[in-house]
Each structure stands twice: as C-alpha cells, then as structure tokens.
C-alpha cells in the first residue's frame, strides 16, 4: 500500500482547492477520526480525548450516524466537530458523479457541518468544484499526517512514530474509529495524545473560521 505518511508540499500545490494544513503559529493540532461513529470505538475516542481536554472533528458516515445517534450526539455534546464523509463512504474516482454528490448531499441532511473529506482522499476535480458552489458549501478537508492505522503491514508502534515524528503545528492528523483500525488506533492515539500534550500542544477542532 502506497501513501505518503506527510503530504510533500509540493504535492498539496497541485490541489490547492483542498485543505491540507491549519496556517497557525500556535502549537496547535488537528486530530481527525474517519468512518465513524462506532458504538464503542468512537466512545473510546472520545473518552481519550476527555483525558486530555482534547477536541478533534469527526468525518462521519451518513449511514453510520442513522445507526448510532447517540454516539454521534455525544461528539456534538462533548464540543468536537464533525463533517461529512459521504452517506456510504464512497470512492469519488469510482463513482458516476451524480451518484457520488446525491450519496454526499444525503449525508449532508443529518450531518451539519460546512466540511467535507473524501472517503481514501479520492475526488476529481469537477468534484471539488461542486461541493464549493451554493448546493453544499463545502470546504475539502484532506490531512497532514496519516497515522496509517488502516495499513495491515505496518505495526502499532508504526503507527505512533508516524504521527509523532512528523506532526508539527496546524497538522491534520488522520486516525480512524473503525473496526479495520480499531487495534492500531486504540494504541497509538493514547501515546500522540500523551506525547504532545507534554510538548504544550493543544489539541483544537477544525471549523469553516481558521480554514
């Protein structure tokens, strides 16, 4: 599997419609959690996050939040972000294009929020331009750092060093509160939250105002 850990910047130039890093000059970081919620991998998250007065934004599945309401209430209530990562985690290259911004404008009903993250980070272009004009309003979310807790070849320890070594302020951080990553994740996301919480990091939520 073939992903860059830290997006090069000269990659993000070429897709200068998306969101790759928060300008800031504060020690500040923007953990990020796909695929959700979870009935008890989100609770997880969130019971982490509350240790260290963390907050993130989560990219939750249409789908996902009709089957666990609750669990998508208590990210809200708890004072995280959320945004939309389609209604049934959609690949934007694979799909007809009526298709794909029906499935997001689906999730977009009961998912209130004015950001948007591709499911594997694949849109087209024509894509992005959709989703910037008065239909969705929304802006792209990619990442900084991928923890690559979805990633079978690499190992939990893997996982950690990848977020610690290449995070630096105003990254997006990208973890997963999924089954697929649920083991890695569970190990690593205490370790980043210790970790820079020592370095006086502070761990903010991304919404439309910094962007």
Sequence with gaps: MLYFVKTPNWFS??????????KTSERRLYLTFDDGPHPLITSFVLDELKKHQAKATFF????????????????????????????????????KDKIYLDNIDKAKKIIDSDLFRPPYGRITSFQIRQLGMNRFKLK????????????????????????????????????????????????????????????????????????
């Design 140 to 211: 792209t979310i990619m990442w900084t750092v991928l923890s690559g807790d979805f990633d079978n070849n690499i190992s939990k320890d893997a996982c950690k060093e990848n977020v610690i070594l290449n995070a630096v302020n105003g990254s997006i951080i990208v973890f997963h509160d999924s089954e697929k990553a649920n083991e890695k994740m569970r190990y690593a996301l205490p370790e980043v939250l210790k970790h820079f919480s020592k370095q006086e990091f502070v761990f903010d939520k991304i919404t439309k105002e910094i962007l």
């Design 60 to 95: 939750c599945i249409g789908d996902n939040v009709v089957k666990y309401p609750e669990v998508y209430k208590r990210i809200i209530d708890e004072g995280h972000a959320v945004g939309n990562h389609t209604f049934n985690h959609l690949n934007g290259w694979k799909t």
């Design 13 to 22: 130039l070429f897709f200068k419609k998306r969101i790759w890093k928060i």
